[in-house]
């Protein structure tokens, strides 16, 4: 007869595949919600408590330390994983300090009609000569919720375009966008019926978000409350699935015995992105260097960040979100001086890089206003190729905005 049944008392401690990570953001700081959860895709989460003590040392009799005082705790540690769509666009927004948008202007076609846009000369509004502006006509972009900077899709059977990606930057009743980023355009262009502007995505601003992580753990919760995102890394590398890294800080941890969740929304399915079949591009003031890519690296942080602390409670009584701060790193097989003139003539512009998973759905990850620092060409052995390397430092444009990234594909 075959034996049936399970062994039981086998396990010499918790084990990380009955592990569980959620999170929610807060509506109050450092007060854990009692709504709904994400649970959080991940390959390694190491966010533990961070205390800190003073021992005196009394004078006595005996040469020994006196009792160590706590003087202040917090929590820190990150959480990785493999991107993918959807998954991580919570903690993206936290270290941008943005919503997502999803805006759809679609053209009737009739220049009369408010839903209409068309394409004009600049006409040097607000000192921007040298741009061209797409009208909304009666509406304007602050009304519509269309964030002040960033980078949308234009699609326009009249002029050929396809979801074109295209830097730009809202005035008014006005998108302002650099001349030659929308082909065929004549003065005063009424968009076709049909034609679009999509502003899908995200643009560095100026809301705080904090949230609460827990991780379950033989039967009890650990509540990470006052949570900010402190930097996120997200690493493309050739032949490697695109991979993320979220620095997290925090004011105190607490253990449950309950669960203070409504309910937790399973863990995104969507696929994960890989640099082969799902490497969309890359652009440098744009232009695509010659050589195929390496690598790229984008950091965003948040710079002079902290915690502020107070007598009365270990943990931190309000928190400081700094500077926001973005920089791309790109490698690619050096064949031409191309990206090293635009060095030397200090030119600064768009510079993107997109990927996607096998659905087709992905991000475009473009810095707003880059410019070239430290290109390199090291000369590593025999018989190698020449790989070169720069530095994309991001600064903001005229009104604001440093960082974007736009959804392709949905």
Known sequence: MAYTGATTGFAAGAETNASAVDYALETTYNQPPTGAYQALRYTD?????????????????????????????????STSGILSAVTYEDMLAGVLGADWTDITIVSTGVASDSGTFMYQPDDNIGGNTGCWQISLANNTAEALGIPKSGVMLLTDSNINAANLAIPYRAKGSSILVPIGSIPNTTKDGVAASGASLVFNGITNGK????????????????????TMINQVQITLQKQQ?????????????????????????????TPLIDTVEGF????????????????ATLTLSRDGSGQDTGMGHVGACGVRFGSFKAAMEITYLFRDYKQFTD????????VTVSVQGSDGVGYQFAVLNGIIRNPKT?????????????????????????????????
């Open 45 to 77: 989460c190491s966010l533990a408590v961070n205390e800190t003590e003073s021992q005196p040392d009394e004078i006595n009799d005996t040469p020994e330390m006196a009792q160590s005082v706590l003087n202040g705790r917090t929590t820190q540690g």
């Open 207 to 226: 809301i705080g978000k904090t949230f609460t992580f827990r991780k379950f753990l033989s039967g009890k919760w650990e509540l990470y409350s006052g």
């Open 241 to 269: 699935p695109a991979t993320i890294s979220i620095d997290l800080v925090g004011s105190d941890l607490t253990v449950s015995d309950t669960d203070n969740a409504a309910s937790v929304t399973p863990r995104t399915s």
């Open 280 to 295: 969309l591009g890359c652009s440098i003031f744009g232009n695509a260097p010659s050589g195929c890519i390496q690598s």
């Open 343 to 350: 060095w030397a003539a200090g030119k600064t512009g768009l």
């Open 378 to 410: 090291p000369i590593s052995g025999k018989n190698q190729t020449v790989v070169a390397t720069v530095s994309i430092t991001a600064n903001p444009v005229p009104g604001g905005g440093t960082f974007a990234i736009t959804r392709v594909g949905n």
